[in-house]
């Protein structure tokens, strides 16, 4: 762990060595003691702000750019107006991609009245050319541009921007297509200290026929079970009682190991770290599911009630245009045992409209499958072309007025059906972990049960990090408001 760190061990005056992860803590010490000539000599320390679009992915490399940064000894902030500026990109839809020009144009402002100011770019969206070439043409305001895979060498970026002593202005490019390795034990900060993501593992293999993820986050590989058990266990010891196992497909975890196991494996060494209470994971890709993983749902003790199954359409005939490898049928027999195997399981799924060719019936087939299905909660989406994509040069592009109605209609169903399935928890009483003080309302606290419903309820700060029973009174489509129940 990176609080193990020998600092004195590491010599300035000799060259920064090439094994990682030590090259970055040679950076990360060569920075912080600019950082404290910097104080010095303003008197405070610079700031630093870290924005971040897209999915809990993006969120975790987030927390690790902080965690550096708060090691050279950086103050965050939550202004733009800050010493260094990190955008961490997405660009799974267009208009992910347009906010993030949107907001770089804004810092202009900011660097015009402090020209010492750092505008760092990274993330999905740098994966691509166009995009990079963009930023060089018409954003020149931008000082470092990196990629996903990447991520780690971050302070020896940084450290190439701020301690060039020639300041040639010049903007730094590093964008690798992919990477083999995976570097471990690097500083992470994060955003709560009872709950926290872990990679398990990085990259998709899948290639659905409309994203993008692929090509922007490079080939599947996992981590060693070890290295993910022992940042666990450091988590625990450091006051953590969830985590989230990330991937974008965690049912295909382990296939490339020196000594493959199984996703299901990692969870039974996960399930017996000492002290940890919950485990949640995203995202399970239907087609990988195995019938050991439902097994282990039904029989686990710390895994929440929940599990997130992107259904992306309910026409089989799209589903294969897709390249999904699942069909409707398989779908809705594989919600069907998970239920049978784990009765209260909130089941929640993501849904794209308008994907090129989808007719009428196809779309009807999806509205069907969430009725049948009776999810928690959908995360609806509007078909975005995505260069490089396979879907992009398909043929039967689907008109904006036509997914326009259908995303509408959609979203109704949506609603219904989530508003029906959450009735079914009033009344009962729910494990939740209080994570935050409610903001709107004073004397309240919000929290997440197992099945990852909100639930606003009376209650102090004190209660933060912990895991209380509260009676679910009222319903409000994804969110309740409850009351504490008595021990
Ligand atoms: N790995 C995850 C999803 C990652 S992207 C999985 O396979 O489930 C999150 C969601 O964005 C996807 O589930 C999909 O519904 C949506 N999405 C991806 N590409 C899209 C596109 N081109 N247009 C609209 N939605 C898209
Ligand atoms: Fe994209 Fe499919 Fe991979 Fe998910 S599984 S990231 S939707 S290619
Ligand atoms: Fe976006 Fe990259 Fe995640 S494209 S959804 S941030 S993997």
């Known amino acids: 762990m990176y609080n193990e760190i020998n600092w004195d061990g590491i010599d300035l005056q000799q060259p920064p060595p090439e094994e990682e992860p030590a090259r970055q803590y040679y950076f990360i010490k060569l920075l912080k003691g600019w950082m404290d000539g910097i104080i010095k ?37 939550g202004s733009e107006n800050a010493d260094l500026v990190v955008f961490n990109t997405c660009t799974v839809r267009e208009n992910a991609n347009l906010k993030v020009y949107g ?29 990079v070439a963009k930023i060089k043409r018409s954003y020149r305001n931008v000082d470092v541009v990196f990629g996903t895979h990447n991520i780690y060498k971050f302070a020896e970026l ?44 990085y990259g998709c293999n899948n290639f659905c026929s409309y994203c993008i993820v692929p090509y ?43 000594e493959p196991l199984s996703f299901t494996g990692l969870l039974e060494k996960i399930e017996q770290i000492d002290g940890l209470r919950r485990i949640r994971f995203m995202t399970s890709h239907p087609k990988d599911l195995s019938d050991e993983l439902i097994e282990f749902m039904g029989r686990s003790e710390k895994l929440c009630k929940h599990i997130h199954l992107p259904l992306q359409s309910g026409s089989s005939r799209l589903l294969k245009i897709m390249n999904r490898h699942y ?59 995505r ?42 009483i729910s494990d939740v972990l209080v994570e935050e003080v409610n903001a709107q309302e004073e004397g309240y606290v919000t929290g997440r049960t197992g099945q990852n419903y909100l639930v606003h309820f009376k209650g102090d700060k004190s209660l933060i990090g912990s895991i209380v029973p509260v009676k679910l009174c009222e319903s409000r489509g994804f969110y309740y408001y409850g009351e504490l129940a008595g021990e």
């Open 41 to 77: 000599e303003k008197g405070r320390k610079l700031s630093c702000c870290v924005n971040t679009f897209g999915c809990q992915m993006n969120s975790r490399d987030s927390e690790k750019i902080l965690g550096i940064l708060k090691c050279i000894g950086y103050e965050e902030t």
């Open 103 to 131: 907001r770089i144009g804004q810092l202009k402002k900011y660097k015009s009245k402090n020209p010492g100011m750092v505008i760092m770019l990274c993330g999905c969206m740098m994966q691509e050319k166009e995009a």
């Open 158 to 201: 940084l450290a190439m921007k701020v301690l060039d002593s020639e300041d040639s202005g010049k903007m730094v490019v590093d964008v690798w297509e992919d990477a083999e390795i995976i570097v471990e034990n690097l500083p992470a900060e994060r955003k709560y200290p009872f709950k926290s993501g872990v990679n398990i593992m």
């Open 216 to 258: 922007v986050r490079g080939r599947e590989r996992s981590r060693k079970p070890e290295d993910i058990v022992k940042e666990i266990e450091g988590l625990v010891k450091d006051g953590v009682s969830e985590v989230m196992l990330l991937g974008q497909n965690v049912n295909s975890y382990g296939k490339n190991l020196e």
């Open 327 to 385: 069909t409707k049928e398989e779908y809705l027999l594989l919600v069907e045992k998970i239920r049978k195997a784990v009765p209260d399981i909130a089941i929640t799924t993501d849904i794209i409209a308008g994907f090129p060719g989808e007719t009428e019936e196809d779309f009807n087939e999806t509205l069907d499958v969430i009725e049948k299905a009776g999810y928690d909660n959908a995360f609806t989406f509007i078909y975005s072309k």
């Open 387 to 428: 260069t490089g994509t396979p879907a992009a040069t398909m043929d039967c592009q689907i008109p904006e007025n036509v997914v326009k109605e259908r995303f509408d209609r959609l979203l109704k169903v949506v609603h219904c059906t989530t508003a029906r399935k959450a009735e079914q928890y009033l009344g009962k």
